[in-house]
């Protein structure tokens, strides 16, 4: 701060800072109107026409951390369905499968039954906490490195640059008229659009069948037509979505920033332009003739530029910045090349800004990242996944449920005993057949029978086979000795095997009362 | 709207309201949203064309496809109908006595007589085939059968029914009314040693006798009844007209003989076997006792 000018444009930063993360732009803006896309002159418009952003090639470590990110994460997409996981020869041995038509759910050796759906509820809960924990540490993080709109919008924007060029050839591109040459070159890259959509909605519906056995059926046009329309649904999606709306979903679509604007604050690590340095703009040459007057920013556009959104980082926070930090790259390598240090545009929080302006030594990251906010949406974040996991390795892979008929309630027999009749559900969560043992707890000289195994050889234990991972309903029929009265009961069930896991479920044996003695 | 201004940070105009320093601003949408209107505008009279949708004066448009509700529930059902031929077509060609040999089709005959019942039987049965004792409809859950329990008779009563003029096979029989014949003394008698048969009176030997002389051709020595004429078995906890004295007194006086529909005439084959297996599964089934020896039916159908 050794310039005297310099300090009032601070102050006015840090105030208008502090009122509110937004509040920023105004800042900057109200300063700098030439700089305003002119969007003043509205009057009587219905609609924005949309400006096509052409991006400019840039290097630079944030542009290799995106590429990191997005190889990464496309891995991560296009290979998962093809990972196998051995679960012996009752269950699928494909490592993450979605079986609607069975209505289970394998993720490497878990395995979620429909009742258990509250493991991905709080799988998406714990996916919420950690956006909330990941925007109140690193700001936009997700919208601007690993969001799948981000990732596709990149890929497409790379194939752009590949077969049209770079930013300035795809300028004069879209502007050329409709000849030959850009129509197969449109043509040629509407083609490859095409094969990447379809490439990602193909792999889509790979997570919701065993996947070689798709890739075979769905070529020899044998797949279901749901995996079809799927497929094609995904691949338009992908090619509007990723190839031409780009930018148009953040800013307009995507509930998101909104959301994230309102979680931001002055602590939130942020894309920021350092006005109280570049300000006021200037070329070299004016620094030269004027020194100390002008700021460090040349006005070279480089951070407009290669924005994949198309905005000005300078005029401050705004919905339309996914934080990708390319214009740091673009501006930090301007920097280099005219001397300045770097930094004029860098991730920074709104509270490390105006401390810096005031000439405060910069904060170290880990203060940056830990404050209460990020601590305890961390500890939030951490006791759900932890309480997940706890009642994950506590399931118990036997369960019965019951169900007595109401209709009839209870049955004379004509040598006046007493039958009732019940739907027992044994369900048999291991992928493997096991043998389980129901037994009558608490109705004495009682004997069940089922359909399978007949009243002859009715007996108070029962044994039955229950198919791999499946639910056994068998209609029992319980019948009690005459003059057993109503009364409450216990069906036990127990796997007969070295687990032995047991479950018991409470139900009511109806007798004839006083009234219905002669029935 | 006075108060439409700039709005100097956005550049946007403002709509001219204001709440507590709140402004509202008139951002232009983006064009393809736009568009997006314009095409679900689109969509939306074509829809109305090739749909019914608009009402007239009597009824509506029928729309240029020709879809009704109706039509598409007779293509559904179709459909449904389709999805069962496979299982009708196996129903048809198995003795029903053989039926229990092929479990899966088994199910799936109880699952559609469950459903046929609903329609057919539940009306005198009830839905959950407990009867009525005061109606006097059987209950079809117990173990107790008048004119037999296994599934090839319960097939033979359901296709003939019980008591119906004008088909041959029905099942057939009266009980002659006593009232006039014995005095009331004799009657209460006789009703006492009815009840003793089941231990729910004393031995009375002057019913004892009248019983010997008048009622064991149908009813058995013991009560024990008679299944080829549908004489009720009198030894047991079941009373299908009621087990007070007054109850089994009246029966003697003025007999109540139930009757019940023949519906060969108006169920297929095929429903009626469903019915019959369903019956059968309700509990109180009896085993077959003589397994069709055919050597042309095939046994391991499977569907």
């Given amino acids: 701060m050794s310039d005297p000018d310099k300090p009032s444009v601070s102050e006015a930063t840090a105030v208008k800072a502090g009122s509110s993360a937004t509040a920023a732009p105004e800042a900057a803006t109200q300063r700098h109107a030439a700089h305003e896309p002119s969007r003043i002159a509205l009057p009587g418009k219905l609609y924005e026409s949309r400006k096509t952003v052409h991006n400019k090639r840039i290097d630079g470590p944030f542009r290799r951390f995106k590429w990191l990110v997005m190889a990464v994460t496309l891995t991560i997409y296009y290979v998962t369905p093809w990972l196998r996981w051995d679960r012996g020869p009752y269950a699928p041995n494909q490592a993450v499968l979605i079986d609607l038509a069975h209505r289970r759910f394998y993720m490497f050796s878990i395995e979620i039954w429909p009742q258990e759906f509250y493991f991905v509820a709080g799988l998406l809960i714990m996916a919420g906490i950690g956006l909330f924990l990941v925007t109140s540490a690193v700001g936009r993080a997700w919208c601007g490195y690993a969001c799948p709109q981000t990732v596709w919008t990149d890929l497409f924007q790379h194939v752009d640059r590949f077969i ?38 193909g792999a889509w519906i790979m997570y919701f069948a065993d996947a070689p056995t798709l890739v ?70 004016k620094a030269e003739r004027e020194p100390g007057k002008i700021g460090d920013c040349i006005d070279c556009l480089q951070c407009v530029a290669v924005c994949p959104t198309g905005i000005d980082i300078r005029e401050g926070p705004q919905i339309g910045c996914i934080t990708c930090a390319l214009c740091i ?26 401390a810096e302006a005031a000439g405060m030594p910069p904060k170290p990251v880990w203060k940056t990242l830990l404050h209460p906010r990020t601590i305890a949406y961390f500890l939030i974040w951490g006791s759900i996944g932890a309480a997940m996991l706890f009642a ?128 | ?26 951002t232009p949408l983006p064009r393809w949203w736009l568009w997006t209107f314009y095409l679900c505008i689109a969509f939306a009279l074509g829809y109305s064309v090739v749909y019914p949708a608009w009402p007239m004066l009597n009824g509506g448009t029928q729309g240029l496809f020709g879809w009704t509700s109706r039509g598409q529930l007779a293509k559904d059902m179709s459909v449904a109908d389709q999805a069962h031929t496979t299982m009708r077509e196996q129903l048809a060609r198995i003795p029903i006595e053989r039926l229990a040999d092929n479990s899966a089709l088994m199910q799936q005959a109880i699952a559609g007589g469950r459903a046929a019942f609903r329609v057919n039987c539940s ?81 009375n030997p002057e019913g004892a006798a009248l019983f010997a002389q008048n009622c064991i051709s149908c009813h058995g020595i013991n009560g024990e009844g008679g299944r080829n004429v549908g004489a009720p078995r009198l030894s047991d906890a079941i009373w299908l007209y009621g087990g007070t004295s007054a109850d089994v007194q009246r029966q003697i006086q003025r007999p109540r003989m139930g009757a019940m529909p ?37 046994v391991h159908v499977r569907p």
């Avoid at chain 1, 790259?329 to 105006?354: F, H, N, Q, S, W």
């Avoid at chain 2, 059968?280 to 039916?297: C, Q, R, T």
Wanted: proline share 6%; charged share 25%; hydrophobic share 40%.
């Fill in chain 2, 123 to 203: 009306q005198c049965h009830g839905s959950g085939a407990a009867g009525s004792q005061t109606l006097g409809y059987p209950n079809l859950n117990d173990d107790d059968w008048l004119w037999g329990g296994d599934i090839k008779t319960i097939e033979v009563t359901l296709t003939h029914g019980i008591r119906q003029h004008g088909d041959d096979k029905t099942r057939t029989s009266a009980m002659p009314p006593f009232e006039g014949v014995f005095n009331p003394v004799q009657i209460a008698a006789l009703s006492a040693h009815v009840l003793s048969l089941s231990g729910k009176a004393k031995p």
């Fill in chain 1, 329 to 354: 790259d673009a501006c930090d390598k301007v920097m280099a090349e005219i001397g300045r240090p770097r930094g004029l545009i860098d991730y920074a929080t709104l509270e490390d800004c105006r």
């Fill in chain 1, 392 to 519: 994950l390795g506590h399931r118990v892979r036997t369960t019965l449920t019951v169900a007595p008929d109401r209709n009839p309630p209870f049955m004379l027999m004509s040598d006046g005993s007493v039958r009732n009749a019940y739907t027992l559900r044994l369900r048999n969560m291991e992928s493997r057949p096991r043998k389980m043992e129901i037994a009558l707890e608490g109705l004495p000289g009682a004997a069940m029978w089922d359909e399978s195994i007949g009243r002859d050889q009715a007996a108070s234990k029962q044994v039955f086979e229950v198919p791999a991972d499946q639910l056994l309903a068998v209609r029992a029929y319980v019948v009690a000795p005459a003059g057993t009265a109503t009364k409450e009961f216990k069906f036990r069930i127990t796997s007969l095997d070295e687990q032995r896991e047991s479950d018991e479920a409470r139900t009511k044996f109806t007798a004839p009362g006083a009234d219905a003695g002669d029935n």
């Fill in chain 1, 216 to 285: 075979h059926d769905f070529w020899r046009g044998e797949a279901a037509p749901v995996a079809y329309i799927t497929a094609a649904i995904l691949t338009l999606a992908t090619v509007t979505l990723g190839g031409f709306m780009r930018e148009q979903v953040c800013i307009y679509m995507c509930p998101w920033p909104r959301i994230q604007s309102a979680m931001l604050d002055e602590k939130s690590l942020l894309v920021t332009y350092k006005d109280w340095r570049g300000e006021p703009r200037g070329s070299l040459k």
């Fill in chain 2, 1 to 26: 709207m006075a108060n439409k201004r700039i709005d100097q940070p956005t550049g946007t105009e403002t709509v001219g309201h204001e709440w507590d320093g709140i402004e509202e601003l008139d």
């Fill in chain 1, 164 to 201: 049209d060029g770079d930013r300035n050839a795809r300028i004069r591109l879209d502007a050329a008229p409709w000849r030959a040459g850009k129509v197969l070159r449109r043509a040629f890259k509407w083609t490859i659009y095409l094969v990447i959509g379809f490439w990602t909605g």
């Fill in chain 2, 262 to 298: 023949a519906w060969g005439g108006r169920l297929d084959p095929g429903t009626i076997k469903m019915l019959a297996a369903y019956v059968h599964s309700l509990g109180g089934g009896e085993n077959f006792v003589e397994i069709a020896k055919d050597p042309a039916v095939p």
